[in-house]
Every structure is written in structure tokens, then in C-alpha cells.
């Protein structure tokens, strides 16, 4: 038995206005897409290109352009920095390795000064995190 198909295929004109809303929803959700705000201290590293990582495990300090310190994304003190890295340090079975994030504009005056509080929280090894270079310059390392 044969069922009539009652379906006509559309045979009139696409109309563009629902086509051109749905396309400017898609705009408008992509422009408020990208103002996304996302959390942590803005830092601006320097670059450099074939520095040595490390394969311990590391606990990271971030050093802004205004030296303020902020440790596991939080605002901190000298002396509460020296006191959370010795907790650190006395409940990590292996050797811990400091890794920097100080801004480019950073002097090393403050550097050193985050260096020594880390040597005397008990740290022995401090590596300053960088960002590749991503043209490589002869003659510059």
C-alpha cells in the first residue's frame, strides 16, 4: 500500500530578515564573549628563549610592577610569605624549587630581596619564569 505524501519541498523565496537576526545574535554573543574577565595578578614577564626548567616540585611567587608579592594568587606580606614558605618546605618530602613571576619592570634589587627571604624560608633553588621570544634574534640570547 502506497501512502500519499502530503510534504511540499519550499518553492517560495528564502527570506533573509530571520537569517541576518540570528547572524547579528552571533556578533552580539561574540563581542560580550570576549570581555570575560579572568582572575589573577597581571604580570608582564620578560622573554627569553632556551632557559633550564626543573623537574621538582616548585611553588610560585608573582612579583607585579608595584612589588607587591601575591602567593597562590593572593595578596601577601614579607613576613606571612617567609612563614607560608617555610610550611611548604617542612610538609614537601622532596626539595622545593621557587619560580619567580616578577614583571619585566621589576628592579633586581627587589628580586634579590625575594631570593634571600625564599633561601631563608628554606628554598635552595629560584628560577625566574620568562616567556618565549617568538621571533628568535641572532646574537641575542
Known sequence: MKFPRHARILRSQLDAAPLAAVFFLLVIFVMLGS??????????LPAANDLPGTDRPTVTVALD??????????????????LRLREAVKNSSEPLTLVVQADAAVTHENLVRLDLLARDAGLREALHAVRPRLIVVPGKP
Open 35 to 44: 570581555h570575560v574577565y579572568v582572575p589573577g595578578v597581571r604580570v608582564e
Open 65 to 82: 610592577v608595584s612589588n607587591r608579592l601575591y602567593f597562590v594568587d593572593q595578596l601577601i606580606t614579607e613576613a606571612d610569605l617567609k
